[in-house]
């Protein structure tokens, strides 16, 4: 087993901090980084590690760790992992609201590690998509800021008609509306007009992506044009920055934001934990007034400093009791 990180101290929680529900996957990761590159037939010496996973949880897990009133609506098994997994996140200060599901494992994600840092993923989803909407209570949305979502929770059903429902609660309390693309291929399954509908369909007032991911959605052309699909959008570019673009009014605006460099050998939930980062500081910053430009800026800084404390904390073992 991997020694065991130092705790992460978390924000205290006032009464101005912004009150988000993230709705999707709540997984177990079963992270292999071989030291050599794999050899066909035989075993490399590396090593292998059950961590917490699953973008949605990642991302609520920052946003109590930044003091953000949080809570993480999910589905798991009724098995040993599940049971961990909902610990660990609680331990973080996130209100679970759970559904444990009968005759169904908790969603598990291979992830393999290249000696370069690339990573490759195996999902098994398992419970994670029977989520529906009848496991929602509309008390769970009220005095909302922001509903926050991974496009896995747009993509199979019944977890799809729970993202729905979840939206419909969070726009009538007033919330905003973050989505995260998470993966392309999923998403592009149906082809790059299908995906570009059904993000679009929605209106988010936030939208984050990768470069890659932008790349896969728009086809080559100018990433300006997700701004006909999100009134903000956000393309994460890793150690070269951000990218952030806005409509305000009839202006639109665009501007890069760097970051220092950090060496990881696993990135995983790196991008997750930016989004909690943008969204605690841009939610904060609505309530003070002042320049949306800079705001923007602000929240992308603050993006970066929240994926920069995931990459040198690690990820410590998940224990299963």
Request: avoid cysteine; glycine fraction near 12%; hydrophobic fraction near 45%.
């Amino acid at each position: 087993m991997l020694a065991a990180m130092p705790a992460i101290p978390r924000r205290r929680r006032t009464a101005a901090a912004p009150r988000v529900v993230v709705l999707g996957d709540l997984m177990l990761d079963a992270v292999l980084v071989p030291a050599r590159p794999l050899a066909s037939g035989t075993d490399v010496p590396g090593t292998v590690a059950l961590r917490q996973g699953g973008s949605a949880a990642n991302t609520a897990r920052w946003l109590g760790r930044l003091g953000a009133g949080t809570t993480l609506i999910a589905a798991v098994g009724r098995d040993a992992a599940g049971r961990a997994l909902v610990d660990e996140l609680r331990s973080d200060g996130v209100t679970m609201r759970i559904a444990r599901i009968a005759g169904a494992r908790t969603g598990r994600i291979g992830v393999l590690v290249a000696p370069d840092g690339e990573r490759s993923f195996v999902a098994d989803r398992g419970a994670a998509d029977r989520l529906s909407a009848q496991h929602l209570e509309a008390a769970w949305f009220r005095d909302l800021d922001a509903v926050h979502l991974p496009a896995y929770s747009l993509l199979a059903e019944p977890l799809a008609g729970a993202a729905r429902r979840a939206i419909e609660l969070g726009r009538a309390s007033g919330a905003q509306l973050s989505l995260d693309l998470a993966s392309s291929g999923p998403l592009l399954a149906r082809g790059r007009r299908a995906a570009i509908d059904l993000i679009g369909g929605f209106e988010p007032d936030l939208l984050f992506a990768t470069h890659a991911e932008t790349h896969a959605l728009l086809g080559g052309q100018p990433i300006e044009r997700l701004l006909s699909i999100a009134h903000v959008a956000i393309v994460k570019r890793g150690a070269k920055g951000a990218t952030v673009l806005a409509r305000d009014g009839e202006q639109r605006l665009r501007f890069e934001v760097a970051t220092e460099h950090l060496s990881a050998t696993d990135t995983t939930g790196a991008g997750d934990a930016f989004d909690a980062g943008f969204l605690t500081t841009w939610l904060t910053q609505r309530t003070r007034g002042g320049s949306r430009a800079a705001s923007l800026q602000r929240a992308a800084l603050a993006g970066h400093r929240t994926a920069a404390r995931h990459l040198v904390a690690g990820r410590p073992e998940l224990n299963l009791g």
